[in-house]
């Protein structure tokens, strides 16, 4: 299947570093790992102003758990935007998610390995229908998923009456969040396990090459044979049902479900990916830069925390990474615009059924 679609991506490769010196090189390369580099020096930073707290097992404990499920849902909004389209019913689903899964347990007496497989899907079919709204109906993505989503929390807010749900689940469905191995929270490992698999399909597999030319340019990925559509829903569905695993994980981790928990993890969702498409493969979105996104954000609030900042804190650091984030997103995509235009006149092509990555996707989709 011959193919116009060329690559576009910010990472230097072998023929751009050869003959740089070694100062030059490191200046090509600061724009794809100065994120990672910026993550470490955050934490020798925290770690000898706070000696006693900030490197320590416990406080690695405490930030893996508190942040696995922002991970998780910061991976689930990167995948609609690989695509070029956003998805802001992670925020809103995981409050009524995490409700069910504690309600239709001690409530309705449902064993919880039912509960988990129905919510899961429940948050697929919404993901299902976010996508017919998108791409069938022709709805702007941002306008979709935020009706979607605050159609989503007004259920839950209807289904709990406003109350907390409270009763006693298995001891099994708590385990899913609070067991530990190897000395750290499971739900890390949840998040490690979603990331490897995510980045196989993203950078190796046909689906990810299609969702990364469908982002770059749908219409020039339909006349080469991808179908658009198909794969556009298909990334809603994958994002639903990573935000309805997320709820669960929220429901075994808070042991009640309360309509007030969940909306304050969309900003931060967002923030991760976001900030995963200014690293790692600069001007789009990837999953060991939304890993990095998302990390910058739990030393940076931990280490904040410690140095007994107060409450208000966390959500400002949140929104003013968001819009650092898109801002260097868009100076990103405005530099590779530039460099496509001086490009010469037969570039390279890449073909997308080839085994190579494939193009970059519009990191900000319709927002």
């Known amino acids: 299947m ?23 090189r490191a200046k090509r390369y600061a724009p794809v790992y100065g994120l990672p580099i910026l993550a470490a020096l955050l934490a020798v930073f ?16 405490s930030i893996v758990s508190d942040k696995s499920i922002i991970a998780i849902l910061s991976l689930a909004v990167m995948i609609p935007m690989a695509t070029g389209k956003i998805d802001l019913t992670v925020g809103y689903g995981i ?25 899961i899907a429940l948050g697929g079919l919404v993901g299902l229908l976010n996508g017919a709204l998108v791409e069938v109906a022709q709805i702007d993505s941002f306008i979709a998923t935020l009706g979607t989503g605050t159609i989503l929390y ?40 979603l990331a490897l698999a995510m980045w196989i399909a993203l950078e190796y597999l046909p689906i990810g090459r299609y969702f ?34 997320a709820g669960v994980l929220l429901a075994a981790r808070l042991r009640i479900g309360q309509a007030s928990v969940g909306l304050e993890y969309l900003l931060p969702a ?39 900042a107060s409450f208000f804190v966390e959500p400002l650091f949140n929104g003013a990474t968001l819009l650092v984030a898109i801002g260097i997103a868009g ?37």
């Open 212 to 245: 990364y030319a469908i982002g770059a340019n749908p219409k020039a990925a339909a006349l080469n044979g991808v179908p658009v559509r198909r794969y556009t829903m298909l990334a809603f569905v994958a994002s639903g049902l990573l935000t309805g695993f």
């Open 331 to 367: 100076y990103a995509q405005r530099r590779r615009a530039v460099g496509s235009t001086r490009a010469p006149a037969e570039p390279a092509q890449t073909n997308v059924g080839d085994a190579k990555p494939a193009p970059p996707a519009q990191t900000g989709g319709n927002v």
């Open 46 to 61: 925290f770690a000898l102003l706070l000696p006693d707290t900030f490197p320590t097992l416990l406080n690695l404990r």
């Open 154 to 193: 007004s259920i839950a807010m209807w289904h709990s009456q406003g109350r907390q749900i409270v009763g006693v689940a298995p001891d099994a469905f708590y385990a899913l969040s609070a067991a530990y191995v190897l000395g750290l929270p499971v739900t890390g490992f949840y998040v490690l396990a």
């Open 2 to 24: 011959a193919s116009s679609i060329k690559s576009t991506a910010m990472e230097p490769t072998r023929a751009d570093l050869a003959g740089l010196s070694p100062l030059d």
């Open 95 to 119: 409050v009524l998610w995490h409700i069910l899964a504690i309600s239709l347990q001690v409530n309705y007496g449902v064993p919880w390995p039912v509960a988990v497989v129905v919510v």
């Open 270 to 308: 967002l923030v991760g990916a976001f900030l995963g498409s200014t690293t790692i493969k600069p001007g789009r979105v990837n999953v060991w830069g939304t890993l990095v996104g998302v990390a910058i954000l739990a030393i940076g609030i931990a280490g904040i925390q410690q140095l007994g």
